[in-house]
């Protein structure tokens, strides 16, 4: 009878505890260009198949996830649609809201590149409190180095002319205001309540990271604390989880997961603790005084 009262308690705190970790869902932001199920190279890995095709890495602790359905995305977001485009302003935003809404339980925000900035407007403008956390990866601060980012990567780089043609059709096509919302006109707005993770790559040759640092630093200097910054080595956009530093990106999500009460992989978040811990730089460590140089007059007091 004792061993069935027992059982009966073990059952209830098993039960007890898989609630809490699933009463989270995932908002997965997709980039500029992209489209929602490529999220499934972040995804825990349920099988040997995807395990082998899509590497070991996980950045979610279960697949419960909902997308935002960007309105550049027609017929079941399989055709790519410009017109639409507005890089984290107005239509964006409200495409963003809709998705969040749509969640009943707590949220964790993912979001890349042009989602990233757009999850940061719609969190400073709206005052989320569902939002438990957020990763945002290489969000711009603001969207024209978006654009030119994405010429450059076009190709154009090298003719300045088709570079400014294309530049000048972008604007014109798109439904983007050159002076409107951008994210570092407002990311100061955001709750302090909400922890945020910044992700970005030296080597990201389309938004560079020193655009994702300043957002990071406008929040610091505003007074966020939990707020953090992982400047990678290496990785493109949009793919730094498959680049060589691949593994540390993983990591020290989960250690900032852990760090925040969310669901995480425990051996994950302990090998990415050490680097989750300097994540967290000064302005200071971000923008050292410079050092003069040896040729510079030294100034003596006059006796």
Known sequence: MLFVKLFRIYLLLFFIYFAQVDAYTYLYSYAFGSFPMRSIIYRKKTNWLSRFLFEKWSIFCNNDMKFVKYNDRKLGVILFYIRNTCLGQEDDIAAFKKGYEQIDDDVIVFGISRGAATASNFMALHQPTRIKGAVLESPFDHAEKGIEGFINGCGFKRWPKTKNFFNWLFHK????????????????????????????????????????????????????????????????????????????????????????????NEQFATEGQALFEKCQPTLQDLDPPRSRPSFYPQLLPEL
Request: with cysteine; aromatic share 12%.
């Open 173 to 264: 096509v798109a439904r983007y205001n050159k002076n409107g919302l951008h994210p570092k006109d407002v990311v100061e707005k955001i709750s302090k309540d909400i922890p945020i993770i910044f992700v970005c790559s030296k080597k990201d040759g389309m938004i560079p990271y020193q655009s994702t640092i300043n957002l990071y630093k406008q929040l610091i200097k505003s007074g966020h604390t939990y707020v953090h910054l992982l400047v990678l080595e290496s990785g493109n956009h949009g793919f730094l989880i498959w680049g060589p530093d691949g593994d540390k990106y993983q990591n020290v999500i989960h250690a900032f997961y852990r760090r925040y009460n969310l669901p995480h």
